[in-house]
Structure formats: C-alpha cells, structure tokens
C-alpha cells in the first residue's frame, strides 16, 4: 500500500520537512567549509589534472568486478 501525505499526522509531517531541511543545510555547511580550505581546492585541481592525462583507475579494476 502506497503511504500519502495525507496518511502522516502533522508531527510527522512536520519531523520529515525538518530531517530533510536539516540535511540539506548541513550539506551546504560542509560545501562552503571544503571550498574555503586551499588544501580541498588544490586536490580537485590535481584530481581534475589526474582524470583528463588519464591517470585514473576504474571501479571494476580495483574491485574485480
């Protein structure tokens, strides 16, 4: 059976809204804290560098899928 919104009780209702704006503004938190280290942006540059020369490994070739 498919749950509604209008099956939830308000607290519910209201608990959900509350988990879901709560994570999203820790994400944004974590975000704005990553991209004020020098440290995180100098490792996606290098990363970035890493990915177009190629020096990159696959998902399947380090698990052996």
Not at 31 to 39: K, Q, T
Not at 47 to 64: L, Q, T
């Amino acid at each position: 059976m498919e749950t509604k919104v209008k099956d939830l009780t308000v607290e519910e209702l209201r608990s959900l809204i509350s988990d879901a704006v709560r994570a999203a503004m820790d994400d944004y938190i974590e975000d704005i804290l990553a991209l004020s280290s020098d440290d995180y942006l100098k490792s996606v540059e290098e990363a970035r560098s890493d990915y177009k020369e190629g020096r990159v490994k696959y998902f399947e070739e380090i698990f052996d899928v």
